[in-house]
């Protein structure tokens, strides 16, 4: 197959550089996952090129060149000189793994456990029809919904949010103050990044249009 090459100059100005609806704003999805996405975000990286290759993507750029490599079935590997990062996938599970850090994403009976080592905390998400539990190292977040309205308690203090015919209110806290709510898991790797959508395999509607692209935990 012949390589397609596609040069920054040319994407300079496209809407493809703005961000979609996959990996999120000023990022550029790479390719799409049932768990997420592989991504670049080309703001970060001045002139670059891009461009197809046998079995992955290679991205060239003043940060480097970052190798994104098909090992095997739901299996990548993501290599910058000697830095690497390997992805794997069983099912819904989820390893991703480089040298000195680590994140695996489990599934059992609709909740899902994330334990990152950058930064270091061990996440668990459990709901049910009306309500959503995330746990981690800063506290236990509870979301419940009655009727329109959304109260969502955490440990440092309670946000309200009324959805009516249109109109919403918030009321306490800022959403952005409540640890783990947020769309998912940025791993940034030399100019591109690995993107777990937690959103989309753990459901929270009821905030998704608050708080859709605030990472859940931060770098």
């Not at 991504?39 to 670059?48: D, I, N, Q, S, T």
């Not at 990044?193 to 608050?210: C, K, N, S, T, Y």
Request: aromatic share 10%; net charge neutral; hydrophobic share 35%.
């Amino acid at each position: 197959m012949k390589t397609i090459l596609i040069v920054c100059a040319l994407l300079f100005g496209n809407q493809w550089c703005l961000g979609d609806d996959v990996s999120g704003p000023n990022r550029s999805t790479i390719q799409s996952f049932s768990w997420g996405s592989l991504y670049y975000e080309p703001g970060l990286l001045g002139p670059y090129q891009f461009e197809t290759t046998n079995g992955g993507f290679r991205l060239r750029s003043k940060l480097g060149e970052v190798s994104i490599q098909g090992t095997e079935v739901n299996s990548y590997q993501l290599t910058w000189e000697k830095d690497t990062l390997t992805i794997s996938q069983n099912g819904v599970d989820l390893d991703i793994r480089g040298k000195d850090k680590a994140w695996t994403l489990r599934s059992l009976n609709g909740s899902y456990t994330l334990v990152s080592s950058s930064p270091k905390d061990t996440l668990v998400f459990e709901r049910n029809a009306n309500t959503f539990s995330i746990k981690g190292a800063k506290g236990l977040v509870t979301a419940t919904l009655d009727f329109q309205t959304l109260r969502i308690k955490s440990p440092l203090g309670t946000a309200t949010l009324i959805n009516d015919i249109g109109k919403r209110t918030l009321s306490g806290i800022g959403l952005d103050q409540i640890p783990y709510l947020g769309r998912g898991l940025f791993i940034p790797f030399h100019g591109v990044g690995i993107f777990i959508d937690i959103a989309r395999l753990f459901p929270m509607q009821e905030v998704a249009e608050w708080v859709e692209w605030k990472p859940i935990l931060g770098p």
